[in-house]
Each structure stands twice: as C-alpha cells, then as structure tokens.
C-alpha cells in the first residue's frame, strides 16, 4: 500500500512538472516572437494597442478545450477526460501560476475545496494516463 502511495506520488510529481514544462514551452514561443520583432514595431504595437501580451492568456472557451493547446497527445488525451472546471483550476495553477488562495477567490470556493479539486483532477489525470 505504502508503495503505491509513493508511485501515485511520483506521477503526481511527473504530471506537475509536465505541465509547468507546458508552461515554460508556450513562453519561450511568446518569447520568441518578442525576439523576431523589431522594438520599435514591438512599441508602436504596445501603443497602438496596449494590454496586447493578453492574447497569450486562454479565455474560457479555450481552456474548456485545454487537451488542443498541449503538445503531448498522451496528456492531452487524459486530460480531455476532465471536467471544464477541473481543467479551469490545473490552468490556473500550472499556466497563471496563481495559488489555491488566488484561484478560491476568483471562483467563490475555498482553498481547500480548490486544493481538493486539483489533486483530484491529478489523481484522474493519472488514472486516464495508465489506462491508455
């Protein structure tokens, strides 16, 4: 029993890391793009339309689908399996790298109710993953 405890850890640990990596991928994409654009254009864009840099934040809609921004198929397959609220919290916490605090107060639910609801999603995550 202790064993398989700690294997559930393991994952656990693997699939955070996996979705932080995720994280860091479409980052240096955005950062990429700063790289390839003039900083004159770059400002003049900022100017022109400021809060553009929010075009790399997912809305709604997009997060309910979050398995399309993923470039793992395996992953991306288990984590269609989950509910749109499931995949709201993970993005919250992977992506925005906000806390269980933070996301709490944006959705009206407590932090542990938020805590709950993402290892949970993780515990589902790995139950789709092992059964591919």
């Given at each position: 029993?202790?064993?398989?405890?700690?294997?559930?850890?393991?994952?656990?640990?693997?699939?955070?890391?996996?979705?932080?990596?995720?994280?860091?991928?479409?980052?240096?994409?955005?950062?990429?793009?700063?790289k390839?654009?003039?900083?004159?254009?770059?400002?003049?864009?900022?100017?022109?339309?400021?809060?553009?840099?929010?075009?790399?934040v997912?809305?709604?809609?997009?997060?309910?689908?979050?398995?399309s921004?993923?470039?793992?198929?395996?992953?991306?397959?288990?984590?269609?399996?989950?509910?749109?609220?499931?995949?709201?919290?993970?993005?919250?916490?992977?992506?925005?790298?906000?806390?269980?605090?933070?996301?709490?107060?944006?959705?009206?639910?407590?932090?542990?109710?938020?805590?709950?609801?993402?290892?949970r999603?993780?515990?589902?995550?790995?139950?789709?993953?092992?059964?591919?």
């Amino acid at each position: 029993m202790s064993n398989e405890r700690e294997v559930s850890r393991m994952f656990i640990r693997y699939m955070q890391q996996v979705l932080r990596n995720e994280r860091i991928n479409i980052h240096q994409k955005y950062l990429k793009r700063i790289k390839e654009t003039p900083l004159e254009d770059w400002l003049l864009e900022e100017i022109a339309e400021p809060g553009h840099l929010e075009d790399y934040v997912l809305n709604n809609d997009e997060v309910a689908h979050l398995e399309s921004f993923i470039e793992d198929e395996r992953l991306a397959t288990a984590i269609a399996t989950l509910s749109t609220a499931d995949k709201m919290v993970l993005y919250q916490y992977y992506y925005s790298e906000l806390n269980d605090v933070e996301i709490g107060s944006r959705t009206g639910k407590t932090s542990q109710g938020v805590n709950k609801r993402r290892r949970r999603a993780l515990a589902r995550i790995k139950e789709a993953y092992e059964n591919m």
